[in-house]
């Protein structure tokens, strides 16, 4: 089956731009994940999804970045005014973990969409 | 502060050898470890996750021991292959009752020598 997807997977910006991000999660996955990764760093959490609504977006640096996801499906990552420092590849994950089960933790990542702000 | 801990940047080892990978972390609350694998321009792949509830977990030349009350897990490759040079990545969660989300190590540059 198809794994989860992302787009685009490079996007060149120049500062002060908005820029959208989109996340196709594996199919009948309710929980998703935004992540980013600077260079020689791991990813860092910034939000999750569990359906239509944000749990946990303790980790989105400040209200220039937002997502969502509408349906429950597909999600897009927005960033507004962009800077230098945001520049990173930013990966998406999904995975089947609810919060009424102690099922698997494994969160499945798609490729990334490396952002470059000039 | 980094709440989990990859000290070594890198790791060579000869092909056939045991490949060791260290992670430490300082959250009490971490309930569950995982590593993942990462190939430079592929997103991690998921290779094995352990509860806090045990302290072995092996899939198949795969092994994970987590030492709780050193707040240290390590990552055992045997035999190490080609195949397996990547970068590897620990990260833990405190998944039961709380916030779903991942926390990740720096990774470790896993080289295996033919």
């Known amino acids: 089956g198809a794994g989860v997807s992302q787009t685009p997977s490079n996007k060149v910006t120049e500062k002060g731009k908005y820029v959208e991000l989109r996340c196709d999660p594996i199919?009948?996955?309710?929980?998703l994940y935004w992540y980013r990764q600077s260079l020689g760093q791991g990813p860092e959490f910034l939000i999750y999804?569990?359906?239509?609504?944000?749990?946990?977006d303790s980790g989105l640096p400040n209200d220039r970045f937002f997502a969502v996801r509408p349906e429950g499906s597909v999600s897009t990552l927005k960033i507004q005014r962009t800077e230098r420092g945001d520049s990173a590849v930013y990966l998406c994950?999904?995975?089947?973990?609810?919060?009424?089960?102690?099922?698997?933790?494994?969160?499945?990542f798609g490729p990334g969409t490396r952002l470059t702000v000039l | 502060d980094q709440q989990v801990k990859q000290n070594s940047p890198s790791l060579s080892v000869q092909e056939g050898r045991i490949s060791i990978l260290n992670c430490d972390y300082t959250?009490?609350?971490?309930?569950?470890f995982l590593w993942y694998k990462k190939y430079p321009a592929e997103g991690p792949t998921f290779l094995i996750s352990?509860?806090?509830?045990?302290d072995k977990n092996e899939d198949g030349r795969f092994t994970v021991f987590l030492n709780k009350s050193a707040k240290h897990l390590s990552l055992h490759i045997v035999p190490s292959q080609p195949g397996d040079s990547a970068v590897y990545f620990c990260?833990?969660?405190?998944?039961?009752?709380?916030?779903?989300?991942?926390?990740f190590g720096k990774g470790t540059k896993l080289t295996v020598n033919p």
């Open positions: 994950a999904s995975s089947t973990h609810s919060l009424a089960d102690e099922g698997s933790y494994e969160q499945f």
């Open positions: 199919s009948g996955h309710t929980a």
């Open positions: 999804f569990q359906g239509t609504g944000a749990a946990d």
């Open positions: 959250n009490s609350m971490f309930d569950y």
């Open positions: 352990i509860s806090s509830i045990k």
């Open positions: 990260a833990a969660s405190a998944g039961a009752g709380g916030s779903e989300k991942l926390v």
